[in-house]
């Protein structure tokens, strides 16, 4: 990755942890919030690739998990984004043929990443983590995330490859 795409990570992921901890959460939505950090991690990996992928979430799950209001263990958000990024990742050439392989993989990471944060909330035996809340917040966290997945992804993945397009997507689009 380039340093211009370096910044450009850097930035969209400060953008989207602090306008969803700022904005987002304050919205009395029913359910759960849309997780616009979760769309700035995917998108990405659609672009750069698994071990990118999983870098950014790290990172964005280590935000995540220091920004206030922290009310939970550092590390289980970034172990969590680590893995959807990585996930995320693995679908980058499917992604540039289809326009639904992104807002399926949007779909996924948003339950994958509500049952895994959950289930290590689970383990380490945070008393807010029971079957009802987890229930009750996977239907909306998933439908708030794929439903702004067609307007967030793609524009992301497109200015992501516009600072520094890469050999393979400059040939294709030149």
């Not at 959460?25 to 029913?30: E, K, Q």
């Not at 289980?76 to 050439?93: E, I, N």
């Not at 392989?101 to 996924?108: K, S």
């Amino acid at each position: 990755m380039t340093t211009a795409r370096v910044v450009l990570v850097t930035l969209l992921l400060a953008t989207a942890v602090v306008l969803q901890t700022v904005v987002l959460s304050r919205i009395p939505l029913p359910g759960a919030t849309p997780d616009l950090v979760l769309l700035v991690v995917v998108s990405l990996a659609l672009v750069e690739g698994s071990t990118a992928g999983c870098v950014i979430g790290f990172a964005a799950g280590l935000l995540l998990d220091v920004v206030p209001p922290d009310d939970g263990q550092v590390g289980r958000w970034a172990f969590v984004l680590s893995l959807v990024g990585w996930f995320a990742g693995k679908a980058v050439d499917a992604a540039e043929s289809s326009a639904l392989v992104p807002v399926l993989v949007v779909g996924l990471a948003a339950a994958g990443s509500v049952l895994g944060y959950a289930a290590i909330g689970f383990a380490l035996g945070d008393p807010r983590v029971d079957g009802a809340s987890v229930l009750r917040a996977l239907p909306s966290a998933v439908l708030y995330d794929v439903l702004l997945a067609p307007f967030l992804v793609p524009l992301l993945m497109r200015l992501t490859r516009r600072v520094e397009p890469t050999a393979t997507y400059a040939r294709t689009f030149r």
